[in-house]
């Protein structure tokens, strides 16, 4: 399970951030001393740090210029400044992405995975059980036969099996499709969805996304 | 200044004048002094007052047509004062002192204005920032409890929140924008996923073409923009809105169609205009008639241009064009 720290003073933000994380399936944990924030960041071990710019005392910026200096963890700055040059001064010192307040809690997820995905050291061909998973070459192989996924199918079934096992929202689904330009509505999300299930089935795996009502899909 | 105007502006002097002269003359021959002595002393009198009267008007006209030609050339008017000098008679070093100090007032009062007017929007976009931490946090918490009604609602209180802020930077914007390469696609997608529940409960479909393109702007400048454009075609029943964009060496032109109501012709030319509601604005849905005006203050900030094209009941294409000269290249 990966690990996030939160690093933000609000604390009904940084609460309701720590929930989102647990929710989706992440470990979160908060600094709540703002004393020393530089030492608490190195000292924990975790995969990603979600750092505010305004904080007391200091600000998020300084921070990770300090904390570049010994440690590549991957960070993402919050900010409600709307400032461009907040933005360019966080990438310059090292971030890893940038998001306004108030977020979209979904796009916060994406961004979150994506940094994770972008970071993760092992490259390797991702395995859905004992088929190959193929996102350059959009398709999916097992025991030599091959279904070849389209676009959308591709961005639904790398979501479902990034978080396997877990439920993922339609809502989820929807922003992912979105990032990448594909406009759908709800009638096209279930269509595609029942393709791929299709597809999955025609592999050797039938009922591999089960439908939970009114919360999402799960990939077994 | 006309010798005419002069002439009739003394004409209570003259008029003093020749009855004085009358009268001296009805003394002298009273006396029986010669006719020759008061001749010449007539004569000397009149030279006399003429010189002095030419004198007069000439520095006169000389100070007074350089005035009002300065006047009619200075771009800011009230920089009258500095360009006056020091006149050489009594009422024109009046005139100008009068201007200094009057001047000087009026500067006093407009610096108090704007200190005034500057608090106000530090003062508005610190509360916009402050704002925004507890409606983070209640987005959140709606997303955490699956709270959908609570979240469009929330998203409303977002947009009205940076419509202010856009507002009170869009009058210098020249302080808070940052020109560089940006993606419209990425722009563009960005504001479609934040107002994505909107579109598909409205039922609206986007389609975009060739927006691989690069322009140079500023980012959420760009995107606030895109923001107002989407609003108002949901607001005005359209189902279906495509992007495209255009690339010639000159200009990168953005057109952004969507399929409603249209607006009526005789609204057209106003519709930039700030609090412009027009028809639409009355029949269809509350207006504030501040949307497009931000928009068009932002373009005009940000160097690009927007026109709209429209016909009612099946079109309206605003169009966006981001120039490419050597000002905007700076890369």
């Not at chain 1, 440690?71 to 971030?95: H, K, Q, Y």
């Not at chain 1, 269509?191 to 039938?206: D, T, Y």
Request: one cysteine or more; a negative charge.
């Amino acid at each position: 399970m990966k690990r996030i720290l939160i690093i933000e003073d609000d604390t009904v933000l940084r609460d309701e951030l720590t929930i989102l994380l647990q929710n989706t399936g992440y470990e979160a944990a908060a600094v709540t001393q703002y004393q020393d924030i530089l030492n608490q960041m190195l000292a924990a071990q975790t995969d990603l740090i979600l750092l505010d710019i305004n904080l007391p005392e200091t600000n998020g910026e300084t921070l990770l210029q300090e904390f570049r200096k010994q440690r590549d963890t991957p960070v993402i700055m919050l900010t409600s400044r709307t400032a461009e040059i907040d933005e360019v001064l966080s990438m310059s010192f090292g971030a890893d992405d940038f998001i306004t307040k108030p977020y979209n809690p979904t796009i916060l997820l994406l961004r979150i995975s994506a940094v994770l995905k972008r970071t993760a050291k092992t490259a390797a061909a991702q395995m859905y059980h004992d088929a190959e998973v193929s996102s350059v070459k959009g398709s999916i192989t097992r025991n030599g036969s091959e279904q070849v996924l389209t676009k959308n199918e591709m961005i639904i079934f790398q979501l479902l099996l990034e978080r396997q096992g877990e439920i993922v929202t339609r809502d989820a689904l929807m922003t992912a499709l979105w990032d990448n330009d594909e406009f759908i509505n709800d009638n096209a999300l279930s269509v595609n969805i029942s393709r791929l299930r299709g597809k999955l089935a025609e592999l050797g795996f039938p009922n591999a996304i089960e439908t939970r009502k009114k919360q999402g899909y799960v990939l077994k | 200044m006309k010798l005419t105007e002069f002439i009739k502006d003394r004409f209570t002097a003259y008029l003093i004048f020749v009855l004085t002269w009358v009268l001296m003359l009805i003394f002298l021959f009273t006396f029986h002094v010669q006719t020759e002595a008061v001749v010449i002393a007539s004569v000397l009198l009149w030279i006399g007052r003429c010189i002095a009267e030419a004198w007069e008007f000439l520095r006169k006209k000389q100070f007074y047509d350089k005035l009002l030609h300065d006047l009619s050339e200075l771009d800011q008017k009230y920089l009258l004062s500095e360009m006056i000098g020091e006149p050489e008679f009594r009422e024109g070093r009046i005139l100008s002192e009068v201007m200094r100090e009057t001047n000087k007032s009026m500067c006093e009062q407009i610096g108090l204005h704007r200190r005034a007017n500057s608090d106000f929007r530090e003062y508005i976009e610190l509360w916009v920032h402050e704002i925004k931490l507890p409606v983070a946090s209640l987005q959140l918490m709606c997303h955490n409890d699956g709270n959908v009604k609570y979240a469009e609602q929330l998203k409303r209180i977002d947009d009205y929140i940076e419509n202010v802020l856009y507002y009170a930077r869009s009058r210098n914007a020249e302080k808070d924008y940052l020109i560089k390469p940006v993606s419209l696609k990425r722009v563009f997608t960005d504001t479609a996923i934040r107002n994505r529940e909107e579109l598909q409960q409205r039922g609206i479909s986007l389609s975009t073409e060739k927006l691989d393109a690069e322009v140079m702007t500023d980012a959420k400048w760009l995107g606030f923009m895109f923001g107002q454009l989407m609003n108002n075609s949901m607001k005005y029943g359209a189902d279906a809105i495509t992007v495209t964009a255009e690339d010639t060496p000159e200009a990168t032109v953005l057109r952004f169609r969507d399929n409603g109501i249209g607006i009526p012709e005789s609204d057209l030319p106003c519709i930039f205009e700030k609090s412009f509601t027009g028809e639409n604005g009355r029949t269809h849905s509350k207006s504030t008639g501040m949307g497009l005006y931000i928009v068009r203050q932002l373009c005009e900030k940000l160097g690009h241009s927007v026109a709209a094209e429209s016909v009612q009941g099946e079109y309206t294409e605003i169009i966006m064009t981001f120039g490419k000269n050597d000002l905007h290249d700076v890369r």
